[in-house]
């Protein structure tokens, strides 16, 4: 079976993500989409970030009644800061061992992937689904990585196999690009809308919107 990751904060998940992972889930025929919210977020200091907990709750909530949708709390129990590269490598020798793993990201964050941790090894090992929005093109993503991939690793080559398909070459391991439909909503609108004393109906699922007004998250100090 292909199971697809889908980390984030999600501080809070929105209808973005869901829509972004279940067409992900259809396109590539993934027998399952794992949620992972980070425990400490990296790159977003001093930020309004709700507690680890509370995050994988209201992932718990969005994605229950959905089959092919499951929350995973392995970042979260690990506590502290997770690579990609070592929450893959314990997926797949725990629960995702013998599967095929599909890391989900928006073209936006793969674009930056030299700046993640030993980027090169992550490409060569696991499979990555790229999520497309709006005008976002798979060949602009390949081209962009292959400016900034060879200064960290010499002999790493990435380039286009067909439609809608990357491939690294001399591995077994490919890129998928999914166009999705472009749902334009974050959680720091989110966050926004809720701290301005705002509504976020319709932008998350209601049990989402009632853990957060019961939990008086986002609210700031006032
Ligand atoms: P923030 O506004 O706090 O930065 P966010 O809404 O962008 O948060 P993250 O938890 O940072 O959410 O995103 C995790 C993943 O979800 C990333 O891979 C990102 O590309 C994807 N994502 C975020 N928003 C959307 C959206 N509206 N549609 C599809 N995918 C999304």
Redesign the pocket.
Known sequence: MRIGI??????P?????L???EEVREALALGQVRFI??AE?PH?PG?DVAPAQDRLEMVRLAVAGHEGFACDPIEVGRGGRSYTLDTLAALAEGPCRGHEIYF???????SEIHTWHRAPELLRRFHFAV?L?GSQQAEDVIATLGRTLPPLDSSIRVAMAGEGRAKVADSEWEIRFVP????????????RAIRSGGSARYLLPREVELFIIRRRLYRGNA
């Open positions: 889908q980390g984030g904060t999600f501080n998940i929105h209808y973005g993500h829509r972004g992972a919210p980070s977020p977003k930020e989900i990201v928006g073209a936006d964050a793969f999520t929005r999705v439909t472009h749902l334009d909503i974050s959680a720091t609108q989110i966050r």
